[in-house]
């Protein structure tokens, strides 16, 4: 059976009937509740779309099973509403079946008038509608092999308008059932006595018991699903969506309004799931930026009731709510019957604005254009109480638009470095400078999201290059991850990069490079300085270890290793830094996405401030300002000289500069405007709009005064919401790739990601090919790859539901495993990290606790008690595994380290936990340690 149409309408479609007509029985359902639960797992993000999915399942899935078992079927859903329908037999049995459903219903109500999760407790309940009548129904071709169907009569009419007769916990029948049913009083009691019996017992249907849903399974198939809604998670997840909703009235003729409709969204971006007909009377929901976003999904949407209000062939009369919101798009209904939805509080004001809204009106509220209605005529209607909302809402109707633009679309060009020759010249002064080959200096690149911080450093790196040639200077790249934030991450990055680690080397081969690069280093110190080659020579096995390296135990390390806290990673990290600033004319460390330094790397900047304040170093710290605007800089070199720069949007001609380089010819005043006006001067913005107007194929046949305008409003709201497009425009398989590269980090490996993706991955090298081409990756390495920026990696996380994320994350595991990525400190980690995120916490405690030991005998102290701790926080305390954990900390790190006073407070909680277990043996073991703990202090 296919859940994602009706079976009678899937069985007709195969039998090649179009359309035809039957007498039944109707049923109207109407959920009250749902709107509270959104709501309030809006808060909950991606998880909470999971927990709502199982809400809508858990009263879905025994109505709907109701239905299937008496005989009928869901025509289709509406939100928090669905309409049945039971086609009359020569008994009238269609009548017994309704009311036997319809009791069903109110008993599942009555049993279950909450439902309760992790976020609290949700009062329902439901009004029902029953009818008799005639009922319609049409398939109709909608386009690109796909269709849609269409069940209306006066049986649906019906049975809606009765329902909203109907009070909370009510069923309420339509007059047109008592000529059907002369005894209809008392075959409603029976059906009662029947449902509340079936409670007593074993149920009828299946009763709500939390189950997980069955893996959602688009069939390749069905043209009854909208295009794209195979891409949604199962358990669905929340975009910011603009919703249309429409009404209709005198249609002469419905199949062909369907088919108009279905165009017209076509033409505008939306998606079409079908035409509904009841408490509304015709209507159609149309979702602009779900399942797939576009840059400007709600100048789409007004653009879309535009054009059908003012092109409604007569007699057919339109009216329109438009509102926009963030909402759960997923699957709605129940496991066996269900439908692409968007539901939430936007949604319902949506149909409050359509159900008020005169004939030939087109309503919205404030926060549909915010501050920025420049594009529309609009008057203010007033404000309006509508039901489920505890304000008055501000409503204005939309008249015309003042503009009409095109929207093209192409690749994108790397910008030119437009509008930043004073910041450029000033980074480069800073760096170039006799001062700067005298002190450490420390540099502030900030600004908003997308307004150039790294291009702007990239560029100083290029230009630097040719002011003091490739000798003159070592850079070193030390981004910043937001995923996973371990200590000393962006210096770990580093050291491999600058030590020439690979994971497509071995071990063996990775430690000779380390090692040579490490020798040809102290063999420069040798005369230089010889107090701080000895220094490198102890920090060695220190920097080996955050290279991902084993080291072979030194004695001097572990000297060192007793002092523990961060001094040893500390001293190793700019001790390395220092010796290349002995050597080198001039040493950068960029640290890119400052604003997620992690507080050890934090405190490896301020004492290498301290440490190397006169040498030729240069920290360039490039952080994103936070979303009021303020500055999130780190606390690092404030007594230092340095530079301090806040960049600011691009002036107009900056903007003309990049459209002439982005277009390659004269650049028409129109797009100058629209890119300044749109763009606010953000380059990033720019750019993708830039790339859009490349992309519409009219360029080349155009002359430049004849080029089109950028499409009104391609600006999205906030950036997330155009990458989120950016990546939604992916073919399906890229996009599949992309999101399973984002699973493994900023950087990844093609084999890691075939193995992944085994046996679906037989053009994993096209795809990143197309990602590249697409500016999604860049080539870093042999047979590596990284993301192009941070938040186009965060954004192909931002799509994954928690459940794909998990299955992702686990099959890293798997091929990391396979692949013998493993024998490192840094690689366990890494492991265990993935199997945290697979919801595996044994095999993740297992794999901490592996590196927590290796890390140990590698003389990294600070590493071993993280991952130890790590460890612990995935196991259940007063547990045997938990508290061998905690012993092996208080053991192998802290009494190892002299740690007297930690080792013994660790000591004793693992021994209180194996007293309270019960378990004499470990309770020994724990007070030997005790014992050694108070020797050592």
Not at 321 to 344: Q, W
Not at 824 to 839: F, I, P, T
Request: proline letters at 6%.
């Amino acid at each position: 059976m296919n859940p994602f149409v009706p079976q009678l309408i899937a069985e007709l479609d195969a039998a090649g009937v179009r359309s035809g007509g039957f007498r039944a029985a109707s049923l109207f359902v109407d959920i009250t509740g749902f709107t509270a639960l959104t709501e309030l797992h809006q808060a909950g993000g991606k998880a909470g779309a999971e927990a709502l999915a199982e809400a809508l399942r858990f009263y879905f899935d025994p109505l709907v099973d109701a239905v299937h078992g008496a005989g009928g079927f869901v025509a289709g859903f509406a939100g928090d509403a669905f309409t049945a329908v039971f086609p009359e037999s020569s008994s009238s049995a269609e009548i017994d079946s309704v009311m036997h459903v319809a009791a069903q219903c109110r008993e599942l109500f009555r049993c279950h008038p909450s439902y309760e999760n992790l976020l609290g407790q949700f009062a329902f309940s439901a009004r029902i509608g029953v009818a008799f009548g005639d009922v319609a129904w049409d398939i109709v071709e909608i386009g690109d092999g796909r269709a849609t169907y269409l069940v209306q009569g006066e049986c649906i009419d019906a049975c809606a308008s009765a329902e909203q007769r109907a009070a909370p916990g009510e069923v309420v029948f339509h007059a047109s059932l008592a000529a059907r049913c002369p005894r209809l009083a008392e075959r409603w009691q029976q059906a009662i006595a029947a449902a509340q019996h079936a409670r007593s017992g074993p149920p009828t249907f299946r009763a709500p018991d939390g189950r997980a849903a069955t893996p959602l399974a688009v069939p390749a198939n069905c043209r009854f699903v909208p295009l794209g809604a195979e891409e949604v998670p199962q358990g669905g997840e929340f975009r910011m969506v603009t919703t249309a909703f429409v009404g209709f009235r005198n249609a002469p003729d419905l199949p062909e309004l369907t088919r108009w409709l279905a165009a017209k969204c076509a033409a505008y971006g939306g998606t079409f799931v079908r035409i509904d007909f009841g408490d509304k009377g015709g209507n159609c929901l149309v979702p602009f930026g779900a399942p797939r976003s576009w840059e400007n999904d709600r100048e789409r949407a007004v653009d879309f009731a535009i054009d059908i209000r003012d092109t409604a062939p007569a007699p057919l009369e339109v009216r329109a709510g438009i509102s926009r919101g963030v909402r759960y798009v997923g699957f709605n209904g129940g496991t066996n019957r269900l439908e692409l939805a968007c539901l939430g509080k936007a949604t319902n004001l949506a149909a409050r604005l359509l159900s008020t809204a005169p004939w030939g009106a087109v309503w919205c509220d404030r926060e549909l254009f915010g501050d920025d209605a420049h594009g529309y005529f609009l008057s203010r209607v007033g404000r309006f109480a509508f039901k489920g909302f505890e304000e008055s809402v501000p409503v204005f109707a939309v008249r015309r638009k003042r503009l009409r633009l095109r929207s093209p679309r192409r690749p994108a060009l790397e910008p030119p470095l437009c509008d930043r020759d004073r910041e450029l010249a000033a980074l480069l002064s800073e760096l170039s400078s006799a001062d700067a080959q005298r002190h450490l200096r420390v540099l502030h690149v900030t600004g908003d999201l997308g307004i150039g911080k790294s291009y702007l450093v990239a560029a100083t790196r290029r230009a630097l290059a040719s002011r003091l040639g490739p000798a003159g200077f070592l850079w070193f790249a030390a981004p910043c991850d937001g995923t996973f934030r371990h200590p000393f991450n962006p210096f770990e990055h580093a050291i491999r990069i600058h030590f020439r680690q690979s994971p497509r080397k071995d071990e063996a081969a990775n430690a000779l490079s380390f090692r040579l690069s490490l020798d040809a280093l102290a063999g420069k110190l040798a005369l230089a300085d010889a107090a701080l080659r000895a220094e490198l020579r102890r920090a060695a096995p220190y920097l080996a270890t955050l290279a991902g390296l084993q080291p072979p135990g030194v004695r001097e390390v572990a000297e060192m290793a007793q002092r523990r806290s961060h001094e040893s990673t500390l001293l190793a990290i700019t001790t390395w830094i220092r010796a290349e600033a002995t050597v080198h004319p001039l040493v950068v460390i960029e640290l890119e996405n400052a604003h997620w330094l992690d507080g050890d790397s934090l405190a490896a900047a301020r004492e290498l401030c301290r440490t190397g304040a006169d040498l030729p170093i240069a920290l360039v710290l490039i952080a994103r300002n936070a979303d009021d605007g303020s500055a999130q800089t780190a606390a690092v070199g404030a007594d230092l000289p340095g530079l301090r720069l806040n960049l600011t949007p691009l002036s107009r001609e900056g903007l003309r500069r990049m459209a002439a380089a982005a277009i390659g010819s004269a650049v028409p005043e129109t797009l100058v405007d629209d890119l300044q006006h749109r763009s606010g001067g953000n380059p990033l913005f720019a750019e993708e709009i830039l790339a859009l107007v490349r992309q519409s194929g009219e360029l080349g046949a155009r002359a430049p005064e004849q080029l089109p305008d950028v499409a009104h409003g391609m600006l999205p709201e906030r950036a997330a919401g155009l990458l989120v497009a950016r990546l939604d425009r992916l073919p399906k398989p890229v996009r599949r790739v992309t999101q399973a590269a984002a699973i493994l980090g900023p950087r990844f490996t093609s084999d890691v990601l075939q193995r992944m993706l085994w046996p679906l991955s037989e053009n994993l090298a096209e795809c990143l090919e197309m990602a590249e081409r697409e500016r999604i990756v860049v080539p870093s390495g042999e047979a590596a790859w990284s993301f192009r920026n941070g938040m186009l990696r965060e954004a192909a996380l931002g799509l994954l539901s928690p459940s794909e994320a998990r299955r992702l994350h686990t099959l890293a595991a798997l091929a990391l495993e396979q692949l013998d990525r493993t024998s490192s400190v840094a690689e366990k980690a890494g492991l265990a990290d993935h199997w945290r995120h697979a919801g595996d916490p044994s095999r993740a405690a297992s794999c901490y606790c592996s590196a927590a030991l290796q890390a140990a005998a590698a003389y990294a102290p600070v590493q071993a008690e993280r991952l130890y701790r790590d460890a612990l926080s995935l196991l259940v305390p007063a547990t045997e595994a938990a508290i061998r954990v905690r012993l092996a900390l208080a053991r192998d790190v802290l009494a190892a380290c002299g740690d007297a006073a930690g080792a013994l407070a660790e000591a004793r909680e693992a021994c209180a936990q194996a007293e309270r277990i019960s378990n004499p043996t470990l309770a020994a073991a724990c007070r030997a340690e005790i014992a050694h703990a108070q020797s050592l202090a």
